[in-house]
């Protein structure tokens, strides 16, 4: 058992039962011309943690811990599009659009792959999901499952809105998850801070947060 300083206290977990989570860090969120800025949204936010990110996926590599990447991504057909997501607002361009880096959010899209500096590697997992959250209509928990993996280590974007939600599908299935706060970055940086206070608050009702370096320093 590896014990790491988090708040609201003290994460203990064994890495051989623990996996890094990577929410989502494909072109479309992080570089211009995909699903992030067709939202209006400021992208060079996003990629100011991609150096923590690599630090910790070389690290936990190196611990041989399991990784798993998700991607937010549909078929080419949309089935798997609900009309309120994709109707949703009025970006430049929606769901399925052909934009700068193919079409917006598609499954084997170029701006659908994620980013070269984070890219997986053989043997890890990549789970495709058309929602926010990881668990919701994906195979996961049944691959975490059978992995024996009862603790997870979260990175990725955004912060409130697919970290969060997978992290919160995440405790309802009964894992401990714990959010590495400088690995996870939003659009609007008061709403990072808010998402982090309400996982650690009321006594880690959703999880932990801690920074990476204090996971760096205790991982073997
Ligand atoms: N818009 C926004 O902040 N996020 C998403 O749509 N998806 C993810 O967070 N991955």
């Known amino acids: 058992m590896i014990e790491l300083s988090a708040r609201p206290f003290a994460f203990r977990f064994d890495p051989a039962h623990t996996a890094l989570v990577i929410i989502d860090m494909?072109?479309?969120?992080?570089?211009?011309?995909?699903?992030?800025e067709t939202l209006g949204n400021d992208v060079?936010?996003?990629?100011?943690?991609v150096p923590a990110i690599q630090r910790v996926l070389a690290a936990w590599?190196?611990?041989?811990?399991?990784v798993v990447h998700t991607r937010e991504s549909h078929e080419p057909d949309l089935a798997d599009c609900p009309?309120?997501?994709?109707?949703?607002?009025?970006?430049?361009?929606?769901?399925?659009?052909?934009?700068?880096?193919?079409?917006?959010?598609?499954?084997?899209?170029?701006?659908?792959?994620?980013?070269?500096?984070?890219?997986?590697?053989?043997?890890?997992?990549v789970i495709d999901k058309p929602g926010k959250g990881a668990f919701y209509s994906t195979s996961l928990h049944h691959e975490l499952l059978r992995r024996g993996i009862?603790?997870?280590?979260?990175?990725?974007?955004?912060?409130?809105v697919c970290v969060q939600t997978s992290m919160r599908e995440a405790n309802d299935r009964g894992y401990d998850a714990l959010l590495l706060e400088d690995c996870t970055e939003s659009y609007f940086p008061g709403f990072k801070q808010a998402t982090i206070e309400m996982?650690?608050?009321?006594?880690?009702?959703?999880?932990?947060?801690?920074?990476?370096a204090h996971l760096l320093r205790v991982l073997p």
């Open 26 to 36: 494909q072109r479309d969120f992080v570089e211009p011309g995909g699903f992030g």
């Open 150 to 160: 009862t603790h997870l280590l979260l990175a990725g974007v955004t912060t409130e």
């Open 83 to 125: 009309r309120a997501k994709r109707e949703r607002g009025s970006p430049r361009l929606r769901i399925g659009d052909v934009g700068p880096m193919g079409r917006i959010l598609i499954r084997g899209e170029p701006g659908n792959q994620i980013i070269p500096e984070l890219a997986p590697q053989p043997g890890e997992l």
């Open 61 to 66: 590599r190196a611990a041989k811990g399991l």
């Open 199 to 212: 996982i650690v608050a009321q006594g880690g009702i959703v999880g932990w947060a801690a920074p990476s």
């Open 44 to 49: 060079t936010r996003l990629q100011a943690i």
